[in-house]
């Protein structure tokens, strides 16, 4: 079970990296994610700190 949930624990990390990055920039015009760019960066923030405390404790 571990091995499978890792991989996907880390294409979701990128998924939120790039929706930050996303909203964060203006790269994409008419981008749908400028208004809830707060809301993306404490989910990121909130998911990938869970992540690292759930790592921690599995080892």
């Known amino acids: 079970m571990n ?3 890792r991989p996907l624990e880390i294409v979701i ?3 939120t990296l790039a929706l930050v990055i996303l909203a964060l920039t203006n790269i994409w ?3 749908p ?3 809830y760019k707060f809301l993306i960066v404490i ?3 909130a998911y990938n700190r869970s992540l690292i405390k ?3 404790n599995r080892n």
Do not use: Q, R
């Open 54 to 56: 759930a790592y921690k």
């Open 13 to 15: 990390s990128i998924i």
């Open 3 to 5: 091995k499978l949930l």
């Open 29 to 31: 015009p008419n981008n």
């Open 43 to 45: 989910f990121s923030i």
């Open 33 to 35: 994610f400028i208004k």
